[in-house]
């Protein structure tokens, strides 16, 4: 089976983070193994939760994982709470040829998430202008580029390197869309909206990409099939707080793979 490391927060509550990416990236056919960032009670969105940093775990476990002589086929990081976390994950991408997704978890709605500190928010960036793949929300390509034009925040990124560059969350007639931004090419995709955003969400969008890119199929395909497989999932879920997530679960098996004999 491809594998793909997942480098994530596991939180108790606020369905997010290796929480959704664990059980997307395996419903899609792919192993995943887990690379905690840290363990959080809940998620930061709460009014208080309780954390165990693991900064100082990932430079061994990634040389543990260099000793076992593991590879991967894809790397998805999301959500960093110290610089030295983002040093580890820097060297362990420079001797691997794996896709590397950054999902740059800053902010949303036009605010940072708590504890992102101009210089955590600098090193995320080094981060992310290494991948091949980013999937900024508005907010996040605002602190990636100081544009708040999509077009041109997202050219800036591609002309840095990246190549693929994937504007989420951008709301319009009623509607909300995922714009795939490559050399010389730019494909929005629309689904159903409903008012208010969620935790979770982008941790999803990222890892039903990554899981179907690694299942074969083309970026513009996967962006299409996490648009509206969010769409699907909020409109079926009973959110009283927007802290505790959506109900993926629900709807997992929407995203299996079929193909298998039985
Ligand atoms: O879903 C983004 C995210 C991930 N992990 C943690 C968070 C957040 C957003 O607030 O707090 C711990």
Not at 207 to 217: F, H, N, R, T, Y
Request: proline fraction near 2%; hydrophobic fraction near 40%.
């Amino acid at each position: 089976m491809k594998k793909c490391a997942l480098i994530n927060d596991l939180s108790g509550f606020g369905k997010c983070s290796l929480g959704v990416g664990i059980p997307i990236i395996s419903v899609l056919g792919t192993e995943a193994h887990p690379m905690p960032t840290a363990v959080l009670s809940a998620q930061t969105g709460y009014d208080s939760y309780e954390k165990i940093d693991l900064t100082d775990s990932m430079q061994p476990f990634f040389s543990h994982w260099e000793k076992m002589n593991v590879s991967f086929d894809g790397i998805l990081t999301g959500y960093f709470s110290a610089e030295k976390q983002i040093d580890a994950v820097l060297e362990f991408v420079k001797n691997t040829d794996a896709l590397l997704l950054v999902d740059p978890v800053m902010g949303d709605s036009g605010e940072r998430y708590k504890g992102f500190s101009d210089s955590l928010c600098i090193k995320i960036k080094e981060l992310a202008l290494q991948a091949d793949i980013v999937t900024p929300n508005i907010t996040e390509l605002y602190l990636l580029t100081g544009e708040t034009d999509i077009t041109k925040g997202a050219q800036i990124l591609l002309d840095s390197g990246i190549k693929t560059v994937v504007v989420t969350g951008i709301k319009q007639h009623g509607q909300i869309g995922n714009a795939v931004f490559e050399k010389g090419k730019c494909r929005t995709f629309f689904s159903d909206y409903s008012e208010g955003s969620f935790s979770g969400t982008g941790d999803i969008f990222a890892s039903v990409i990554m899981g179907k890119l690694l299942a074969g199929s083309d970026v513009f395909s996967a962006v299409e099939t996490a648009g509206d497989f969010i769409s699907l999932v909020i409109r079926n879920s009973n959110a009283v707080n927007r802290n505790d997530g959506i109900d993926f679960e629900k709807f997992l098996y929407r995203l299996g793979v079929d193909e298998y004999e039985t």
